[in-house]
């Protein structure tokens, strides 16, 4: 299954630190409100689309396993 979002969770098993994972989170949020779409500037969204995560961190792979 392909994932469009991104949480924190997600970037923390792909191998990024917690605070490291919150910050690209954070920075692909910012991309997303410069594009337009303020809902993305709301404090409670935790989390950014893959394309936005993408350009902050480059093309690296995500784990897109689950833990159920």
């Given at each position: 299954?392909?994932?469009?979002?991104?949480?924190?969770?997600?970037?923390?098993?792909?191998?990024?630190?917690?605070?490291?994972?919150?910050?690209?989170?954070?920075?692909?949020?910012?991309?997303?409100?410069?594009q337009g779409?303020?809902?993305?500037?709301?404090?409670?969204?935790?989390?950014?689309?893959?394309?936005?995560?993408?350009?902050?961190?480059?093309d690296v792979?995500?784990?897109?396993?689950?833990d159920e």
């Amino acid at each position: 299954m392909c994932k469009t979002l991104v949480d924190k969770e997600m970037l923390v098993r792909a191998g990024f630190a917690p605070y490291t994972a919150s910050s690209i989170l954070r920075q692909a949020k910012h991309f997303m409100v410069q594009q337009g779409y303020e809902f993305y500037a709301g404090r409670r969204v935790s989390v950014a689309p893959l394309q936005a995560v993408k350009s902050v961190i480059g093309d690296v792979e995500l784990s897109e396993t689950e833990d159920e």
